[in-house]
């Protein structure tokens, strides 16, 4: 039984969480502590680097001590420490990844340089005593990609963004409609009482050969809508009908890219994925084709340590470990 202590803090999320398990069997969370900063950035509009590197460094000791509290242990029995160390804001992965490394250092113990993604693609399986092959999408703030998976660590891509992720295109339409930041919340909240068939948006790249996505033409076809319309649109009606677009590309992309890969299990996480009517979309054209369709949990959608975590432990498990001299990567891929 191993016990392990990570700490997330890619962009305005201080995190940090401690898991413990073995292998073949599931993790464990025995605490898991999120600070926001999303009151913090709202007056700018969008994520401000040094606002965030800075309240990283205010916040970050006083969640360490708080996570050790919570899980009853004490610091001397972590038996590893990681951290994201990429993609991200340079400035921000700074704070957790050299944090972790001192930890690390000072207790004499392994230290795991871990990628944002595959937090966000092994989150659907951390109350599972395995991850199984599968179809994975993951769809953020910053990212939209889907992936094959054998198995932990042995990732295929097979398409991402051209442009603007998924989430991002939620953040801008929002902020196109006079919308609190960030945009997504506000723009689903909206939604339920429109109609999404009031506005045609394109569709792009849906039936394209390839399994790339592009979601800045739906974006410029919103801000044409608001230009002609000199703003007077109703609300509900056109972020339902964005919605229904982005809705039909990513289940669409996804499930022709099961299809193709052969795979019966389909993984869906990262922030957007929160979305409920994206979620019933997802159950609904699963039920229907055969697939089945794991979400991570709501607490372990949006940026958070204890991913980092499930991550680090199955390396460290497997017996690796970074070195600590390794430097951040704030365009690190997965795959």
Do not use: W
């Amino acid at each position: 039984m191993a016990l392990l202590l990570a700490i997330e803090s890619s962009c305005d999320e201080t995190a940090v969480a401690i898991v413990r398990g073995e292998a073949g069997g599931a993790a464990e969370v025995l605490a898991s502590e999120v600070s926001s900063q999303i009151e913090l950035h709202r007056e700018h509009g969008g994520v401000v680097p040094e606002l965030a590197s800075r309240n990283h460094s205010l916040r970050l000791r006083g969640l360490v001590e708080k996570a050790i509290s919570d899980a009853g242990v004490t610091m001397p029995e972590i038996d590893a420490f990681a951290a994201t160390t990429g993609p991200g804001l340079a400035s921000s992965l700074l704070i957790g990844s050299t944090a972790a490394k001192g930890m690390a250092c000072a207790a004499d113990r392994p230290f795991l340089a871990i990628n944002h993604l595959e937090g966000h693609l092994l989150s659907p399986f951390l109350d599972r005593t395995a991850v199984p092959p599968h179809l994975a999408l993951i769809v953020s703030g910053g990212h939209t990609l889907l992936l094959d998976v054998e198995g932990p660590g042995r990732y295929r891509k097979l398409g991402g963004t051209r442009d603007d992720a998924a989430g991002e295109a939620y953040d801008k339409v929002g902020k196109m409609l006079g919308l609190p930041y960030p945009g997504g919340p506000e723009i689903e909240k909206n939604a339920r009482g429109g109609n999404p068939a009031a506005y045609d948006f394109p569709r792009s790249m849906l039936h394209d050969p390839h399994l790339d996505f592009s979601f800045s033409g739906l974006k410029t076809a919103v801000l044409y809508t608001l230009q002609k319309a000199n703003g007077k649109v109703s609300t509900a009606d056109l972020s339902a009908s964005f919605q229904q677009a982005v809705i039909e590309i990513l289940v669409g992309k996804t499930l022709r890219a099961a299809r193709e890969s052969g795979r019966s299990v389909i993984a869906l996480s990262g922030g957007v994925s929160l979305n409920q009517a994206l979620r019933r979309a997802f159950q609904d054209a699963c039920a229907k084709s055969g697939h089945e369709l794991i979400t991570a949990s709501p607490d372990f959608c949006t940026d958070n340590a204890a991913m980092i975590a499930f991550a680090g432990l199955l390396r460290h498990l497997a017996g690796e470990c970074s070195p600590l001299g390794e430097d951040i990567h704030p365009n690190l891929p997965l795959a």
